[in-house]
């Protein structure tokens, strides 16, 4: 079993990365362990209560919610970026790193794949 690190790293809407990124961590996961590592603007994939509609854009955000069903549990954020975050809800849970153990873990996978 292969360590896939999908890093999503653009804006939930206006670009089709982050439904890329979502799509390739369920397809993988079936034969292999994925991570998800949120940096930059990728941590806006995590706030709730997106609109998306309003700019004529598919709601793939609350797909995020079936990670555990594919056993996708280890999704991270470097700290960096939660000054950009909101404490409160998040659409799953994230385990914050700072950003030498984040690039560590990182590191640690097979593959990468950047979205």
């Known amino acids: 079993m292969k360590k896939i690190a999908i890093v999503i790293t653009s804006p939930p809407h206006g670009t089709a990365k982050g439904r890329e990124a979502l799509d390739a961590a369920l397809s993988l996961s079936d034969l292999n362990?994925?991570?998800l590592f949120f940096i930059g603007d990728g941590?806006?994939?995590l706030l709730p209560n997106q609109q998306p509609d309003k700019i004529l854009a598919?709601?793939?955000i609350v797909t995020f919610g079936v990670l555990e069903l594919y056993d996708i549990e280890q999704c991270y954020i470097c700290e960096n970026d939660m000054i950009n975050l909101p404490e409160g809800n998040r659409v799953i849970p994230v385990i914050t790193l700072d950003q030498n153990t984040f690039s560590l873990k990182l590191h640690?996978?097979?593959h990468i794949l950047t979205f």
């Open 33 to 35: 362990e994925v991570s």
């Open 43 to 45: 941590i806006y994939h």
């Open 58 to 60: 598919r709601d793939y």
């Open 108 to 110: 640690q996978s097979d």
